[in-house]
């Protein structure tokens, strides 16, 4: 993709060429962060939406609210077995917002939390071809600190089946779930009845550690609920070299010289909230960061928006108690508005918190309305 | 529904323009499944879509974008265009997402002296705003500090890439109209300073 700018018609300053060149460059890595999502979606499109009611929807839902798991619950998809299995396939078909409308909204409304989306009126469906979901939680299995016994690569030789792996989200508040949908499909033909092995790496500690396995479904895919994240932490599923087929012979060539996806990071992002109270005098108001779910030491930078930019005013380091406190100056005139944002370290991706305006008071001297800290 | 191509609909011929033929056989293999086009749609306007929405003051741009996205793939197979009418049609959805989601914002905010933080959409604002910062967001923010109607005319043209009519079309404005709110936009960046020192940055 060229940066060059625009062919503009209209008589424009050259001088803005520049800046045509900065609004139209290549995307960052971060504008790009999304293509593996944008994939499984474009992928989960093609497919046939599952078509149950949604009666029978809500009834899977309160059935697998019992199989609460103590660490990660990996849901197996095993192509059209069981009813019990039909809600995590509903999870992942809501997710690609492939479900019927009211399904959808249904879904949204339960699940909007982790990310699913709703319905969009009008929503017609799309003519996509079929589709096999019916996926159900299973227990993880034990989990054992150890290194990934794959190889370090993102893939397995050229002739292991391909592997990936794809978050629903990869932003969560603390403690917040996630899904993780992997797909098995060496030379782009699925392999159904695959045991798969889940690993994870927290940020900030040593090494992999197992987090449970699953079967592949008949479309080469398990869907993997995680549902509670405390920290950063990378996922990635693995098929060993010895061959894991769980009785289906499809799953047989993903024995030959086993696989490993591509890492996918989850990123916990801890929230942040700005407190404005009264200053110890009357021209001062104070600014308190309060970020709970953070680690003291931390650091929290205010910022002050000024045409349409944020600017950085100053930065403290969270005390004991997650809170940090800056002093402002009241405004002589108009308002002046303020964010606290928190960058990222190991543990937790970066964080804003709303703003907040200050206004100017009425009587009050003519001062000056900058940050005072 | 068929989507057919609006009259007077056409496109900036920017640099992508040259391959306007090249992309619509991209969209056409896309619109029959195949990945690998789709993913080149995907890089190709995902960034632009990305810097649209954050000039129209989307604080989940990430999220507006995956459901433009989601919308524009789900209805993909029925769409009827070639890749102009296809990128008019991206960020239309993507202006109505976004529309949607600052009134859910709205509605949700219960007062905003302090209210629950929320992340900030883009992983990297922090530390470009702390460092120093890239010179396409300081671009996207000082496009941004325009009018709210010369922000997004510039950005549908400049960032788009959509031409007069396109933009007129998305906006429901006159051609005239859009042009002279992208002429006043335009000069009210020339005479901005930081244009000049965005300018030194890039060189």
Redesign the interface.
């Known amino acids: 993709?060229?940066?060059?700018?625009?062919?503009?018609?209209?008589p424009?300053?050259p001088?803005?060429?520049?800046?045509?060149?900065?609004?139209?460059?290549?995307?960052?890595a971060?504008?790009?962060?999304?293509?593996p999502?944008?994939?499984e979606?474009?992928?989960a499109?093609?497919r046939r939406p599952p078509r149950f009611r949604s009666q029978r929807f809500r009834s899977q839902r309160f059935r697998s609210q019992r199989l609460r798991p103590h660490r990660l619950r990996l849901a197996v998809s095993m192509g059209s077995a069981a009813a019990a299995l039909v809600l995590s396939g509903g999870i992942a078909a809501a997710y690609?917002?492939a479900l019927p409308a009211p399904v959808q909204h249904i879904a949204y409304r339960m699940l909007g939390s982790i990310g699913v989306?709703d319905t969009?009126p009008p929503?017609?469906?799309?003519?996509?071809?079929g589709r096999a979901p019916s996926v159900a939680p299973t227990p993880s299995a034990s989990a054992t600190a150890g290194r990934c016994p794959c190889p370090a690569g993102t893939s397995g030789t050229d002739t292991a089946p391909a592997l990936i792996l794809v978050a629903a989200r990869t932003?969560v508040?603390p403690g917040g779930p996630d899904v993780l949908t992997g797909r098995l499909a060496p030379g782009g033909r699925p392999e159904a009845g695959v045991r798969v092995r889940l690993f994870e790496h927290v940020a900030g500690r040593p090494g992999w550690r197992a987090a449970g396995s699953a079967v592949t479904d008949a479309s080469g895919a398990v869907t993997l609920a995680v549902p509670h994240l405390a920290g950063n932490a990378w996922f990635r599923l693995a098929v060993n070299s010895t061959g894991n087929s769980a009785g289906n012979s499809a799953g047989n060539s993903a024995g030959r010289g086993g696989a490993v996806s591509p890492p996918v990071l989850i990123?916990v992002?801890p929230?942040?909230?700005?407190?404005?109270a009264p200053g110890p005098q009357p021209d001062v108001d104070v600014l308190t960061a309060r970020?709970p779910s953070a680690d003291t030491g931390d650091v929290v930078?205010l910022?002050e928006r000024a045409?349409?930019?944020?600017?950085?005013v100053g930065?403290r380091v969270l005390g004991p108690d997650h809170r940090a406190s800056f002093s402002v100056l009241v405004p002589s005139s108009g308002q002046v508005e303020y964010r606290v944002?928190?960058?990222?370290t190991t543990a937790h991706?970066?964080?804003?918190?709303?703003?907040?305006?200050i206004a100017a008071r009425a009587g009050r001297a003519k001062t000056g309305g900058r940050a005072r800290l | 529904?068929t989507r057919a191509r609006p009259a007077g609909y056409g496109i900036?011929?920017?640099?992508?323009?040259t391959e306007a033929d090249d992309y619509d056989d991209v969209l056409s293999r896309a619109r029959s499944?195949d990945?690998t086009a789709?993913?080149r749609l995907?890089?190709?306007l995902?960034?632009?879509l990305?810097?649209y929405l954050r000039v129209l003051g989307c604080d989940e741009a990430?999220d507006v974008?995956?459901?433009t996205?989601?919308?524009a793939?789900?209805?993909?197979?029925?769409f009827d265009g070639g890749a102009d009418d296809f990128r008019c049609w991206l960020f239309t959805i993507g202006r109505h997402?976004a529309v949607?989601a600052s009134r859910a914002r709205i509605r949700s905010r219960s007062r905003?002296?302090?209210?629950?933080?929320?992340?900030?959409a883009?992983?990297?604002?922090?530390?470009e705003?702390?460092l120093g910062g890239?010179?396409?967001r300081?671009?996207?923010?000082?496009?941004?500090?325009l009018s709210p109607d010369q922000a997004e005319v510039v950005?549908l043209?400049?960032?788009a890439?959509l031409d007069?009519a396109a933009v007129a079309g998305i906006l429901g404005k006159s051609p005239g109209a859009v042009?002279i709110a992208?002429?006043r936009g335009?000069?009210a960046?020339?005479a901005d300073p930081?244009?000049?020192a965005?300018?030194e940055v890039?060189?």
Request: aromatic share 4%.
């Open positions: 993709m060229s940066t060059d700018p625009p062919d503009l018609t209209e424009h300053d001088a803005l060429d520049g800046l045509f060149r900065a609004l139209t460059a290549s995307g960052t971060d504008e790009m962060a999304g293509r999502a944008a994939l979606m474009f992928r499109s093609r690609a917002a989306p969009h929503a017609p469906s799309a003519n996509v071809p932003q508040p990123t992002i929230p942040v909230y700005l407190d404005l970020a930078v910022q045409g349409g930019v944020w600017y950085g930065q944002v928190m960058p990222r991706g970066p964080s804003g918190s709303a703003p907040v305006r | 529904m900036i011929r920017d640099a992508m323009g499944g990945e789709f993913l995907w890089d190709h995902q960034p632009r990305l810097r990430d974008a995956s459901e996205w989601l919308q793939v789900r209805d993909l197979s029925r997402r949607d905003l002296m302090t209210a629950a933080a929320v992340p900030v883009d992983p990297n604002p922090v530390e705003e702390v890239l010179s396409t300081q671009a996207v923010a000082l496009v941004a500090g950005s043209r400049i960032i890439g007069t042009r992208l002429h335009l000069r960046l020339s930081r244009v000049r965005l300018e890039d060189g």
